[in-house]
């Protein structure tokens, strides 16, 4: 039933487009850059547990899909909005705009809310895209679909655009409120285009538009109730296309369709395979795996003086299309720590030192012989995860445990003795260091459980070049281990490593197992993905509530190893009560 | 037209200025008038990260008294002596009693938590959990006042909020507002502050009153009709809005009746056809010319972006707003709480002996990792760069005149403070200065050791003793059930 008008090159070479995509969206400086607020440290996840809404409400069965408040579109989805639906180019919204993150997140509703500042800038903005949209003829014609300046008219008007500015059809009352907008236009003379400009500015400046709004017949009940297919329609497409309903997904909410298992499946098929799926890769992703924020990381020049610009949006390039792999690809998402595969252009080929490509584009390459592989092996997370003039097991260690294991460790004691006053940096042995600061019981405790995943990613340096000696000569030691204590402590299953777990380096060998191996095989590593999916999913963080229906997602998921790819977890989730339910807060 | 919008495109399109004298021709033009009439204001500066270094206290007057008896400290002392005699170094202003019932310094995680009490001492997550909301705080300081009488309706803004931010900082997993915005007009409203120059001039520019004979007596038959549009779009919005509302949960609600708030609140500026509510009369300086700046992508200073000349042009817009009596209540942020900024244009300073050495900072928090607060030599070369352009505004307002003969500085209260003690995260022995004020209550040249003294009685004896809002009985919290206080030692 989906009709696939943009299934051109975006089928045939998903990961071409984006590229494409991605380098023009970066030139324009469209893309917003560390949007997630997450420093080397981490934060705690998408899938921290905020305070449960009702915890009478039993945690055990998959009955309460939440509550999701209003969403204030944020700025990537609000230019992404306006460009789909109205067929500007122009990008309204920029990084001055007001936005706010939670667990990781920039379109969290709970703080995207708005103020006389902001509002206004609402209002400016939806005159300059209706001046933009009525000088152009086509995109005009569009919108004014009839020419008489009688009621029927103005009513069809506000059914077709109306419809889909609101995500939804105006209901009768709402029809009146706008036409009268189109009246005082009349009033001042304005003739009927301009008039019907004005009440779609009106439109533009609504709540109903800059928010998605979904509705319970009884707030003040905690009864769960199927969403409305445009409701759902719109979770859908502000998950996977940080944008409105296209046309066809309105026809399917329409005829009420778009609620029943196989429509709703085959719709996730269809928007996975509309290159406006890029922006699940470059703001999902982006900002969960970090790429985000490789560009504007802060690098010493003259500790790095190989590190640009150019340098650096490569980092980034690779990143989103390392990610774009796993969502278009049947590869499983337990490889992503250890597929061995690179996307380089000439730019970042050298610094890797590998063969640079031919052309100018990122280019797809495997390259055993590297010593490198997997997620943790890429330039850009090595980069984004350090501070500015060194290298950091600790951030690095932190940083996969948090992002990619959900696990976050204890808030440090309130009186931190200082890296420095214990070791020797001047040698640039940062492990030397460490381990006297790990002498101290206080803070052995909490980095026994993160820095051990550092310490072996130490043979790269701050902007993730491979070295086997620090800057004082003293030769690399990337061995490490999980103590018993440890192991417990983050999630691995304790009897299988009696011993503690001792990995090296990123890759396996020699019987040594790597790090990539070690966090593959940390039980939450599987589940990680799908927590920090469904919070990004439904624009908020999850409860105890939610870890029910997680649980059956991941049961079905993982059930059949071959077959646990990213494209089938989205699926997975989309299909959960959670996504597709919701409640009022109650009384 | 609508003149606030052509003279905004006007501006930034030619970047033209309205270029006029600067400083003291710049002045309101106003009658003399008697001693004790100039507007009072009030300018709460953030200082992130704090300020003071487990090595050694550089932020601390070593000794307490008045005038002779004391010296302003190697951060300081950028201020020098003229400031000096009308500044007030507060020592050992505690928040922690906002947020633990024994009072206690460890607010964790200290950056993302503790500014969000700045000005309204109160731990927002208290009121997060009583709302049923994600991100919540009381109503700050800044804004009680500009609601009051004492401010209410006296400017066209009722208050301004700027910043310096131009990366977005770690938030440590508590809302990002607690540590980006330390004004709240609402409930689950923080104000974000702009940090483009242009946008705050822009904003200045459309509310000030042109200066005698360079503005149109009438408006035009076009800004007439302009306006009676805008209305119908602000008509319809909230008809439609305020609909919606009344078919929602409470915490919908809550969110559109925000929403309701900021539409109203625009209603003003779209609508309006004449120009100046409010304002006196007076010319705006030169428009900013530097490029437009965001707060979320400027991790260092760079050919297009320093840092400093981003400070400067925010000092002179906080002037003109003073001067033009555009607003008199003005929080600015020198930057977010454990922003990554690196401050690679300061020199460091060796503040452990004697001599300078040349090596660039580091980020202010470089936390944890690269020792807290980097070194003292780092952090305390960073904390008073930060102070040096408070002191240079602070010089720039003292140079202004009022009609009674006073300084705007005496009848400005400058507090300058950070919302943690420094490299140790405490919530206990805050930095704060107060500068200016001489002429409306305040105490000068003075250094007062407070002893444990809860901030919340800092922000109380403002408002109580400094601003006239003397039916002002409380505000915000302190767990340990200690009672509010007026903080007689500054006060006349």
Known sequence: MWRMPRRTKSLLSPIGVLALSLSSVACTGVMDTNKDGMGPMGSTGGGGTDTPIDSSVATTQPVDPGVVGVHRLNTSEYNATVQDMLGTKLAPADGGWRGGELGGFDNMA?????????????????????????????????????????????????????????????????????????????????????????????????????????????????????????????????????????????????????????????????????????????????????????????????????????????????MYLYFNEFLRSTRPWADFMTADINYVNADSAKAYGMMAPAGSGMVRVENVA?????????????????????????????????????????????????????????????????????????????HALFDPFGLALEQYDGIGKFRATYSGGSTIDASTELTPAAISAIGYTPADYPNGLKFAGIETKDGVLGIADAVTKNPKFATCISQKMLSYSLGRLLTDTDTPYLNVVNKAWLADPSKATVGNLVQGLVSTETFRFRRGEGA | MNRFVSRRLVLRGAGVALTLPWLESLLPTKSAQAAGTAPKRYIPIFLPCGAIHNDKDVWTPTAQGVGAAWALSPILDVFGPALKAKMNVLSHFEN??????????????????????????????????????????????????????????????????????????????????????????????????????????????????????????????????????????????????????????????????????????????????????????????AAPTMKKVTPDGIKQNTADY???????????????????????????????????????????????????????????????????????????????????????LATKLDALKEADGTTTLDNTVIFFAGAMRGSDHSCHDLPVALIGGGAIGLRQDQHVDLVNRPLRDLHYTMMNKVFDMGDVKDFGQNLTGAPIKVVSEIVM
């Open chain 1, 110 to 318: 709970s703080v995207l809310g708005v103020d006389a500042t902001q509002y206004r800038r609402y209002f400016d903005a939806a005159e300059l895209l209706m001046k933009d949209v009525f000088a152009d003829a086509t995109l005009r014609g569009k919108i004014v679909t009839c020419a008489t300046t009688d009621d029927a008219c103005v009513k069809s008007i506000l059914g077709a655009t109306g419809t889909r500015i609101f995500r939804r059809p105006l209901t009768a009352e709402e029809q009146a409120t706008y036409a009268k907008v189109y009246a005082v236009a009349k009033a001042q003379g304005d003739d009927h285009n301009a008039s019907v400009k004005l009440m779609i500015q009106a439109l533009l400046s609504s709540a109903e538009f800059l928010y998605r709004i979904e509705f319970d017949s009884n707030p003040a009940s905690t009864a769960k109730h199927p969403l409305t297919a445009y409701e759902l329609a719109s979770r859908l497409s502000y998950f996977l296309w940080s944008s409105a309903p296209d046309d066809q997904l309105l026809a399917a909410a329409s005829n009420n369709t778009l609620i029943k298992d196989d429509v709703l499946a085959s719709a996730v098929d269809y928007m996975l395979k509309d290159q406006k799926s890029n922006r699940l890769v470059l703001n999902f992703a982006g900002q969960w795996l970090g790429a985000r924020r490789v560009v504007p990381h802060p690098t010493a020049p003259e500790v790095y003086p190989n590190w640009n610009p150019a340098l650096a949006d490569a980092a980034a390039q690779e």
């Open chain 2, 96 to 285: 922690g009693s906002a947020f633990n019932k024994d009072g206690s310094s460890s607010v964790e995680p200290s950056h993302g938590r503790q500014p969000g009490a700045f000005l309204t001492c109160v731990d927002p997550g208290v009121i997060r959990a009583n709302l049923k909301v994600g991100e919540a705080n009381a109503i700050s300081l800044d804004q009680v006042m500009a609601t009051h009488p004492a401010f209410k309706d006296k400017t066209a803004l009722g208050s301004l909020q700027i910043g310096l931010s131009t990366v977005y900082a770690v938030c440590d997993g508590q809302p990002c507002s607690n540590s980006r915005s330390i004004s709240w007009s609402g409930p689950t409203t923080p104000m974000y502050k702009l940090v483009d120059p242009l946008e705050v001039f822009n904003k200045l520019v459309g509310v000030i009153k042109p200066a005698a004979g360079a503005g149109p007596a009438v408006p035009d038959a076009e800004s007439m009709k302009r306006a009676a549009r805008n209305k119908s779009i602000i008509d319809a919005v909230l008809e439609n809005a305020s609909r919606t509302q009344s078919k929602l949960g409470a915490a919908d609600k809550l969110r559109l009746q925000e929403f309701l708030q900021s539409v109203r609140d625009t209603e003003k500026s779209v609508t309006g056809v004449s120009l100046g509510m409010g304002g006196v009369a007076c010319s705006a300086i």
């Open chain 2, 306 to 392: 320093k840092k400093a000349d981003h400070a400067d042009a925010m000092n002179n817009l906080i002037v003109m707003a003073l001067q033009c009596d555009a607003t008199r209540i003005i929080t600015h942020m020198l930057e977010d709480e454990r922003s990554e900024f690196t401050y690679d244009h300061v020199t460091q300073r060796d503040f452990k002996g004697a001599g300078m050495s040349v090596e660039s900072t580091g980020t202010c928090p470089e936390y944890h990792g690269g020792g807290q607060h980097g070194s003292l030599n780092s952090f305390s070369s960073i904390s008073r760069w930060n102070a040096s352009k408070v002191a240079e």
């Open chain 1, 370 to 446: 590297d010593g490198r592989r997997g997620f943790a092996g890429l330039m850009g997370f090595l980069a984004m995860s350090s501070p500015d003039r060194r290298s950091s097991p600790t951030s690095r260690g932190k940083w996969l445990l948090m992002n990619l294991m959900c696990t976050a460790p204890p808030d440090p004691p309130p009186d931190i003795p200082k890296l420095e006053a214990k070791g020797d940096t001047t040698t640039g042995n940062v492990r030397d260091v460490l381990e006297a600061h790990r002498a101290n019981p206080a803070c052995a405790a909490c």
